[in-house]
C-alpha cells in the first residue's frame, strides 16, 4: 500500500473539507456501504476514453473505493457539471497509463502506486 491509512483518515476528516469549501476541484458524490449516508469526496478526476480515472493513492481498500464497488455507482461533480459513472473496477498500472493522456502526470514511483479505479460513462 502507497500511503498508510491512518493518514488518509487524517486527510478525510482535515484536508477533504478544507478542499470541499473552496470549490474547485472533482468531487465524487457516493454512498456508504454501510451507512447508506451520501459522500463528497475531492479526488483528481482524469478523463479516460469513456470515463473517468483516479489514482487510488491509499490503494483499493479505502472506504471511499470500497464505497462505489459496493454499489457499482457515483457521480463526479467536475467543470461545473455533474457525470454520472458506473462499472467500477480497480485496474493495474500498466492499464491505467495505457489509458491516461500522455500530458497527465504519472505519479511518482516512489509513492508505489499500483492501483487505479477506472469508471465508465453512464449509458443516457
Known amino acids: 500500500m502507497p500511503m498508510p491509512l491512518w493518514w488518509g483518515h487524517v486527510n478525510k476528516r482535515v484536508f477533504n473539507p478544507l478542499t470541499l469549501?473552496?470549490?474547485k476541484s472533482p468531487v465524487l458524490v457516493h454512498v456508504?456501504?454501510?451507512?447508506?449516508?451520501?459522500?463528497n469526496t475531492p479526488l483528481d478526476a482524469h478523463p479516460v476514453e469513456g470515463g473517468y480515472l483516479f489514482v487510488l493513492v491509499y490503494g483499493s481498500r479505502s472506504d471511499w473505493v470500497r464505497n462505489i464497488l459496493a454499489s457499482g455507482t457515483a457521480r463526479l461533480l467536475v467543470d461545473g457539471k455533474e457525470v454520472e459513472l458506473t462499472a467500477p473496477r480497480v485496474v493495474g498500472q500498466?492499464?491505467?497509463?495505457?489509458?491516461l493522456a500522455?500530458?497527465?502526470t504519472r505519479p511518482p514511483k516512489v509513492l508505489r502506486i499500483t492501483e487505479f479505479l477506472r469508471m465508465d460513462l453512464a449509458a443516457g
Open 102 to 104: 500522455d500530458d497527465v
Open 94 to 99: 500498466q492499464e491505467a497509463f495505457q489509458a
Open 32 to 39: 456508504g456501504r454501510v451507512s447508506g449516508a451520501t459522500y
Open 21 to 23: 469549501a473552496r470549490g
